[in-house]
């Protein structure tokens, strides 16, 4: 009886840790729908997850009400943030690897699994002044194990998704991103390089929170100049980098994908290689579940500007059981190819909005780097 009182409890931790990808934080979800629900009713079946992930995720085209307008969820918000704990049904993946331009579903296990002869870089915490915020904005940032000033490095600059913040990634060990860049650097595959995790929420007033509406949004949309005018010259002063976009990197997790999607396309000089991993509406007009989206740009302006330079790699995937963004990163990818801007398409098989999905964005974007670069 004990035995099985133990289980039980053993069952909820394992179900209440959040070991998912996703830095949406359960009460963040809650607070931002005003839901007043059990976190027992979280625990929803996977087969449901996806019904709602459908119904969230309307098209565009669907669109009825007004921009600006700000849509009442009802919805119990709290079971899209249990959503993303789907069971991964897939196979394990390939363990064997071959330098080639193709996209592997999943990160092979060799990449992500931490071995004993390989050293492994440690996140550490710091903070830039943003003239852009006017104030001190904290980052994370992974340095190789063996990081010296006698060398340069590439750098890509990773964005959380929202409700996160710069340690939503180092925070988080199943993303496995440290294993992923320490194993294909030791690999020879990819030169070593630094990660560095902003905090994407641009404000300039530190009262001011996230949440679905368009004003409490606007500090995601802000974070490009604060990327580009005080993080990326910060970094490049204090760390020993390589610059220019052949060693400038940019992915993005969900709101983080969604901002990637948008800084590429406006600063498309600066950034050489790019992955929107399961992309958040509301770079064009949209509506779904959480609010209604006027649009960062419209769908016509969802292209490279004429003469601009485009990305060596851009990159948008997606989870086919994603729970939380549904098919917009696949209206952004159709859209971008119908206006000439191109881009590599793909879905991870069975990934929901979480660490299957981030895994293998990250992956691909390294072997593309890889393969690029071996040209
Ligand atoms: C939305 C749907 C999803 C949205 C943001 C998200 C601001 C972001 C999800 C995430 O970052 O995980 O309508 O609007």
Same mark, same amino acid.
């Given at each position: 009886m004990k035995k099985k009182i133990l289980y039980i409890l053993l069952a909820f931790m394992t179900a209440s840790?959040?070991?998912?990808?996703? !830095? %949406? /934080?359960k009460e963040d979800y809650m607070e931002a729908s005003n839901s007043s629900e059990k %976190?027992?009713?979280?625990?929803?079946k996977p087969s449901e997850i996806t019904e709602k992930a459908s119904e969230i995720? !309307? /098209? #565009?085209?669907? %669109?009825t009400e007004k921009p600006n307008e700000v849509t009442e969820t009802t919805e119990d918000l709290s079971s899209f943030a249990s959503g993303i704990k789907t069971e991964d049904t897939e196979k394990e993946s390939e363990t064997e690897f071959v330098l080639n331009g193709e996209i592997e579903e999943r990160c092979p296990q060799i990449y992500e699994t931490k071995r004993s002869d390989v050293s492994y870089g440690e996140f550490s915490h710091d903070t830039y002044y943003s003239n852009t915020c006017q104030m001190e904005r904290g980052y994370s940032i992974l340095l190789p194990a063996? *990081?010296?000033?006698?060398k340069k490095y590439p750098v890509l600059y990773l964005l959380h998704g929202i409700?996160?913040? !710069?340690y939503s990634f180092s925070n988080? /060990?199943?993303?496995?991103i440290k294993e992923i860049i320490g194993n294909m650097a030791a690999d020879g595959i990819i030169e070593e390089t630094i990660l560095v995790c902003p905090?994407? *929420?641009?404000?300039?007033?530190?009262?001011q929170k996230p949440g679905f509406d368009s004003k409490s949004v606007l500090p995601y949309d802000n974070f490009i100049n604060d990327l580009v005018n005080d993080l990326m010259p910060y970094i490049e002063r204090k760390y020993s980098v390589l610059t220019g976009r052949e060693n400038t990197y940019l992915a993005g997790f969900s709101m983080g994908g969604r901002e990637t999607i948008f800084i590429t396309l406006q600063r #498309?000089?600066?950034?050489g290689y790019v992955c929107a991993i399961s992309a958040a509406p509301g770079i064009v007009p949209a509506k779904d579940k959480f609010m209604v989206h006027e649009g960062q740009i419209s769908e016509d302006e969802m292209k490279f500007a004429d003469g601009t330079i485009e990305p060596n790699v851009f990159i948008i995937c997606c989870g086919t059981?994603?729970?939380?963004?549904?098919?917009f990163p696949k209206q952004y990818h159709e859209l971008l190819e119908t206006n000439g801007a191109n881009n590599i398409w793909y879905e991870i098989n069975g990934?929901?909005?979480?660490n299957n999905a981030i895994k293998s964005g990250l992956f691909n974007l390294f072997k593309q780097i890889a393969f690029d670069k071996s040209k």
């Open positions: 840790l959040c070991s998912c990808g996703s !830095e %949406i /934080k %976190i027992s009713e979280v625990t929803e995720a !309307e /098209k #565009p085209d669907e %669109i063996d *990081y010296c000033e006698d409700f996160g913040d !710069e988080d /060990k199943s993303n496995k905090n994407m *929420y641009a404000a300039s007033d530190p009262d #498309p000089e600066l950034f059981r994603d729970s939380v963004v549904g098919q990934a929901d909005h979480d």
